[in-house]
């Protein structure tokens, strides 16, 4: 997608693997070709003493979403640890239909503490949107998502129990059902003695 004009972020390997949904490598090696750009910049804390920063209007082609200011300002803040901004930088991608690389985002900002990021996560597992479909970590991260607080997650959950209720209560009374249908049968076939007949002792 095209940048703003003013679009211009510095970001390291994870964000821009992140944003594009490739892996750190794949980044290193779009750097080391030339095909994106970027600076090394002194990290103390890492074994070389360095890391990269990748310029993110330089990679506008391989993000599937538009630069806005406002998508870049998203960005920066959860590059920066803000769990709703990240969540933010995940629904972009999800309204640009890289749901993939939104999952990634929500499970990013999930893992930060956000609610929100956890509700989506329980949609998106439901539904199959950039995963595939599975309703046991769907419902795990429902509950997460209630257990933060989120009302539209606790109001999900409760139409949840009220459903299962219902289909307990359901098969309670087919079960009751068969159960004297069985009866009826066993008494259809139970013929009962006019005694016995004669010669038999």
């Known amino acids: 997608m095209t940048p703003s004009d003013d679009a211009s972020l510095l970001v390291c390997a994870q964000t821009a693997a992140l944003l594009t949904g490739k892996t750190d490598r794949t980044i290193i090696n779009w750097l080391e070709s030339g095909a994106i750009k970027g600076k090394t910049v002194p990290a103390g804390h890492l074994p070389r003493g360095q890391t990269w920063k990748i310029d993110l209007s330089s990679m506008a082609e391989h993000i599937p979403t538009e630069l806005t200011g406002e998508f870049m300002e998203s960005v920066q803040k959860a590059e920066a640890g803000d769990a709703r901004e990240?969540?933010?930088v995940a629904t972009y991608f999800s309204m640009s239909g890289a749901d993939?690389?939104?999952?990634s985002w929500f499970e990013l900002a999930a893992k930060r503490g956000d609610a929100d990021a956890m509700n989506w996560l329980w949609d998106s597992y439901y539904h199959g949107y950039g995963?595939?479909?599975d309703f046991a970590v769907a419902i795990q991260w429902l509950g997460k998502a209630a257990k933060?607080?989120?009302m539209m997650a606790q109001s999900?959950?409760?139409s949840l129990r009220k459903i299962d209720a219902v289909l307990r209560e359901q098969q309670k009374d087919e079960h009751h059902d068969?159960?004297?249908d069985i009866k009826r049968l066993a008494n259809m076939n139970h013929i009962p003695s006019q005694g016995r007949p004669r010669g038999v002792q």
């Open 86 to 88: 990240t969540t933010n």
């Open 100 to 103: 993939k690389i939104a999952v």
């Open 131 to 133: 995963v595939e479909p």
């Open 148 to 150: 933060q607080g989120s």
């Open 156 to 158: 999900t959950v409760e």
């Open 178 to 180: 068969i159960l004297e």
